[in-house]
């Protein structure tokens, strides 16, 4: 009995003394690396380290390095508490984020840290490593590339990206919102995915995140792909398993696997492998017979990689703007009306007749709806720049050590107080009107969001030479489709769900930013006159 407490107590000492020892060393660790944070951090303000993981075993051992983060005073992490997308900053200081010995990341809210970022200091701030690996999956394309193969990517890309393609953006938009529309109020349709089932008189109820999604779906197969996209579903062609539309939607998280899995994992016998090895190749077949690649411009492998970039980025990006758009006004009647309003007076401009891509000059407010939606919910919650020069480079009061990445987060930064403003948490579309506001207040909000555009505080599509080069498709596809619905719906408004306490604007982060819930609307019929 004796010999056996004798044991028991050894092993307790040499467990203490191990915890001891793993104690000492985790809080050596942690001292070096909030000294490392609070070099980055110029600015020299009061600071919190928040620390990640810090308790796992393997962390405490040593084994595997602390996830740090160093906030200055005055910053707030999400409402969903994730540790990279910051909202509701009171101030315009950078956020630090270290992984030791790994890699260093900036995160910052500075409106003029990032101007100095993507726009003065673009040669020395390049795409991070992990975008050309995450986007570069299907071959080399205008996101995956830098220098000389990017600005070829680039230059062929804006080719396709005319006032003609715009046009026909709007026009294809506006037909397929009809089809929808005529979808929507059919019998049928009451019990379909996209709605539920029966509402009153005069009413439809949409899950409008799901419809928007299918909706910009269809609108960039017919535009870029030239596929005359109905509203209703396309088989696969035959001896397919997938219809054009469907591999594309799917093949997102294939993309995002196998940017860090070898792809000789796709020949492993396993049925979930096998499902993405399908995706995969399903991708490239119905992408190579899409594209169209330019005689020595691109390579086969470019067109195709090019044709899946465009498609993903065209259908994400128009989908969640235009879902937080009408949920935004479904919350705010008054700012409905507004767009009604404006909507109705260009039909009348026009004899009733349906808007054409010209006609977008008579929708100023309907365009200053979907700035402030991007504002407030950017579909990119972050952009990444690394440092790929040999020195540390100083920007705009930040040392950025060689290979350390700035990470511009929009959210906070398209609600950073300082320079929206103390309504910047507030949706305010008229602040997007410079002299057409209707009262003092719009007037003092405009002048806010043009100081706030002038410093760098409205980055939704990126800032020159690697801005968006879709971004008018993107309007014209924007305006199309809330012309559309205000002109055929008098109102909408939010269907209250059993759980009351769900919030329709919460949102789901994976690669964008969408609505968390498949929120469903009512949407009211206008009455012929």
Not at 99 to 127: G, N, Y
Not at 140 to 153: D, Q
Not at 258 to 270: Q, T, Y
Not at 492 to 514: I, K, N, Q, S
């Amino acid at each position: 009995m004796q010999s056996a407490a004798t044991a028991a107590a050894t092993a307790l000492a040499v467990v203490a003394a191990a915890a001891a020892a793993i104690a000492v060393v985790a809080a050596a660790r942690a001292s070096r690396a909030a000294a490392r944070l609070r070099t980055l951090n110029s600015h020299d303000l009061p600071v919190r380290l928040v620390y990640w993981v810090q308790q796992h075993p393997l962390v405490l051992a040593g084994l595997v390095p602390a996830r740090l983060v160093l906030f200055p005073e005055g910053f707030e992490l999400d409402p969903a508490g994730r540790r990279q997308l910051l909202y509701a900053p009171r101030a315009s200081i950078a956020v630090v984020q270290s992984v030791p010995a790994v890699a260093t990341r900036i995160f910052t809210a500075d409106p003029a840290v990032a101007r100095e970022l993507f726009s003065a200091r673009w040669r020395e701030f390049r795409r991070p490593w992990w975008m050309g690996r995450i986007f570069g999956v299907f071959g080399p394309n205008i996101l995956s590339t830098e220098g000389e193969a990017w600005r070829r990517h680039r230059r062929l890309a804006s080719a396709h990206f005319s006032d003609a393609t715009h046009a026909l953006a709007f026009s294809e938009t506006t037909r397929l919102c009809n089809e929808m529309f005529a979808a929507w109020e059919s019998s049928s349709a009451l019990v379909g995915p996209y709605s539920t089932a029966p509402a009153p008189e005069g009413e439809v109820v949409v899950a409008v995140p799901s419809a928007m999604s299918r909706l910009a779906l269809k609108v960039v197969s017919s535009v870029l792909f030239g596929l005359q996209a109905t509203w209703a579903a396309v088989p696969p062609a035959p001896g397919r398993s997938l219809s054009f539309e469907e591999c594309l939607s799917s093949s997102f998280p294939a993309l995002l696997l196998l940017a860090f899995l070898p792809k000789w994992l796709l020949l492993v016998p396993v049925p979930f492998l096998r499902r993405l090895r399908t995706q995969f190749e399903a991708s490239l077949v119905e992408a190579s017979e899409a594209s169209d690649p330019a005689e020595d411009a691109l390579t086969e492998e470019e067109a195709i990689s090019d044709s899946i970039i465009f498609f993903r980025a065209g259908h994400e990006t128009t989908a969640s703007t235009l879902s937080f758009a009408l949920i935004l006004l479904a919350l705010h009647p008054e700012e409905q009306d507004r767009v009604c309003d404006e909507v109705l007076r260009a039909c009348e401009l026009r004899g009733g007749a349906e808007l054409t891509f010209a006609d977008m000059r008579h929708l100023p407010y309907t365009l200053a709806v979907m700035n402030e939606t991007l504002r407030l919910y950017p579909v990119a919650p972050r952009i990444a720049r690394q440092n790929t020069t040999p020195e540390v480079q100083d920007l705009h009061g930040l040392s950025v050590p060689p290979g350390a990445a700035v990470v511009v987060a929009l959210g906070a930064l398209h609600r950073n107080r300082t320079a929206w403003g103390a309504d910047a948490e507030t949706f305010r579309p008229s602040r997007w009107l410079p002299g057409r506001g209707t009262d003092n207040g719009d007037s003092k909000a405009a002048a806010e969001a043009d100081a706030a555009v002038a410093a760098g505080a409205y980055q939704p599509f990126g800032e020159a030479p690697h801005s968006c080069v879709g971004r008018w498709f993107a309007r014209a596809e924007f305006a199309a489709a809330l012309a559309s619905v205000a002109r055929r719906y008098a109102a909408w408004r939010v269907v209250p769900e059993a759980d009351d306490g769900v919030d329709p604007l919460a949102v789901r982060m994976t690669v964008a930013v969408r609505p968390a819930a498949d929120v469903r609307l009512a949407f009211v019929r206008r009455r012929e006159e």
